[in-house]
């Protein structure tokens, strides 16, 4: 576990840096005694053999962690994994997908290939590579703009490149706020934004697992022709539920994440 806490530290202190609205919720959670644990940690990339899952996952199998389960998501042309480290209770889970470009139109699998071709091989064949951010020239608005209206998930990884995309409060170690109810209102009652496609509540108690997140948080971004606000990162909260055998479900469900996804879609305040 020593390991992988030397991995997140660093992933921490940037993840905070790309959404303030995240100190925010983690301040009002602490001020109200809570222990906040991270449920999992997930991270986005494209299935090109030089950054894909693979590449990305391996610091955290270094570390220790293991493949637990793989999801697909038809309709964004998804496919994830997620990895476990065993034997550590609170240990967060990794969630890593990645794009398939095959499927994609030949702007955007043209447009990655050059993304990819401009990152220098010393953060290629980095462990640090999940922290390396946008690797590339600056941004086009016009660029951003067209990926999004094919895939808002394309658009953000050209924005933000390899960084923690959300980390994931664990609603199991809440004492006050013990359901996703009561997290829920907490967040609306305190001003915060929920993602409300498919519904506030992602899952439900029989699918072993809900989950709701807020809306990213905006920056201002420098690109080509100017800055302009757009979603960065955004704050997820989980609760899973005992299987038969008595073990809280560990892996997650595709049609929840699927709008859980949604979080970073571009919006205006």
């Known amino acids: 576990m020593e390991k992988a806490q030397k991995l997140f530290d660093p992933i921490w202190e940037d993840y905070l840096k790309q959404n303030p609205e995240v100190k925010k919720v983690y301040d009002l959670f602490s001020g109200l005694g809570e222990d906040v644990v991270n449920d999992h940690i997930a991270f986005r990339t494209f299935n090109d053999k030089r950054i894909n899952i693979d590449v990305l996952a391996a610091p955290f199998i270094e570390a220790g962690y293991v493949y637990s389960g793989e999801y697909t998501f038809e309709q964004k042309h998804l496919y994830a994994r997620h990895f476990e480290l065993k034997g550590f209770k609170h240990a967060p889970r990794i969630f890593i ?39 590339w020239e600056t941004p086009s608005f016009a660029t951003y703009e067209k990926l999004r209206l094919e895939s808002e998930y394309a658009a953000w990884v050209y924005v933000y490149g390899f960084r923690a995309n959300h980390f994931t409060v664990s609603i199991n170690t809440l004492k006050t706020l013990n359901s996703i109810e009561k997290v829920n209102q907490y ?6 934004l929920l ?18 997140s807020i809306k990213a948080g905006t920056l201002p971004i420098a690109f080509t022709e100017g800055v302009h606000e757009i979603p960065s990162c955004y704050y997820e909260f989980a609760r899973r539920y005992p299987d038969k055998n008595g073990e809280l479900y560990g892996g997650f469900i595709a049609k929840s994440a699927d709008k859980i996804f949604e979080s970073t879609d571009f919006y205006k305040k």
């Open 195 to 212: 993602n409300d496609s498919g519904g506030e509540i992602k899952g439900t108690p029989a699918e072993l697992l809900e989950q709701s």
């Open 187 to 192: 967040l609306k009652d305190n001003g915060f």
């Open 97 to 135: 997908s990645e794009l398939k470009l095959e499927e994609m139109s030949p702007f955007l699998r043209e447009t990655a290939l050059e993304l990819i071709d401009q990152i220098p091989a010393n953060v290629l064949n980095s462990p640090h590579i999940i922290l390396s951010g946008r690797s």
